[in-house]
T-cell receptor, first 109, second 113 residues
Framework: GQNIDQPTEMTATEGAIVQINCTYQTSGFNGLFWYQQHAGEAPTFLSY??LDGLEEKGRFSSFLSRSKGYSYLLLKELQMKDSASYLC??????????WGAGTKLIIKP | GAVVSQHPSWVICKSGTSVKIECRSLDFQATTMFWYRQFPKQSLMLMATSNEGSKATYEQGVEKDKFLINHASLTLSTLTVTSAHPEDSSFYICSAREEREQYFGPGTRLTVT
């Protein structure tokens, strides 16, 4: 079956760095998305990786290893507004998104 | 980036009535649109996938006669919740695909009293 695993909850300190991991098993693979979702709002796009390696976008970076079925989202210089759920979603062979349950990130001052 | 809109953003209705939610891709043509439902503290759950001009494909466990989806054009899809009940209260989010990117609408919060 298809499966996405990510931690349920993480806590970090303002100004620090946090890495949110995601492992996936899908029927075929056409990339992996990371989304940020604040409570009561729709997800917003953060990154899309289809090739191995690290992609950096400002304070956020996303890494993919296709051979390991593994990705992580790295958040630097954490701000209080980064408190949100972070959703990992893999794209299968039919271009359907397979969603993880999301990681709730709590930022403490 | 591409924009997807939903209307209404919030709706309260009485049990037994029907509610229609619109999803529009504003600056691109979406051959495929997706409807998701999200209950509090849970991940998004795909309800159905619709391609313009054809019948929607529903996920297992989603009643197609209750959740009517019409993808009438490349920029508009509608979800109608028929004979709504309190257990249908949820956050409904549409998404539209442009090539390999997928963009989300802001969501519609449905409360059935």
């Amino acid at each position: 079956g298809q499966n996405i695993d990510q931690p349920t909850e993480m806590t970090a300190t303002e100004g620090a760095i946090v890495q949110i991991n995601c492992t996936y098993q899908t029927s075929g693979f056409n990339g992996l998305f990371w989304y940020q979702q604040h409570a009561g709002e729709a997800p917003t796009f953060l990154s899309y990786n289809v090739l191995d390696g690290l992609e950096e976008k400002g304070r956020f970076s996303s890494f993919l290893s296709r051979s390991k079925g593994y990705s992580y989202l790295l958040l630097k210089e954490l701000q209080m507004k980064d408190s949100a759920s972070y959703l990992c979603a893999a794209v299968d062979s039919n271009y359907q998104l397979i969603w993880g349950a999301g990681t709730k990130l709590i930022i403490k001052p | 980036g591409a924009v997807v809109s939903q209307h209404p953003s919030w709706v309260i209705c009485k049990s037994g009535t029907s509610v229609k939610i619109e999803c529009r891709s504003l600056d691109f043509q979406a051959t495929t649109m997706f409807w998701y439902r999200q209950f509090p503290k849970q991940s998004l759950m795909l309800m159905a996938t619709s391609n313009e001009g054809s019948k929607a494909t529903y996920e297992q466990g989603v009643e197609k006669d209750k959740f009517l989806i019409n993808h009438a054009s490349l920029t508009l899809s509608t979800l109608t919740v028929t004979s709504a009940h309190p257990e249908d209260s949820s956050f409904y989010i549409c998404s539209a695909r442009e090539e390999r990117e997928q963009y989300f609408g802001p969501g519609t919060r449905l409360t059935v009293t």
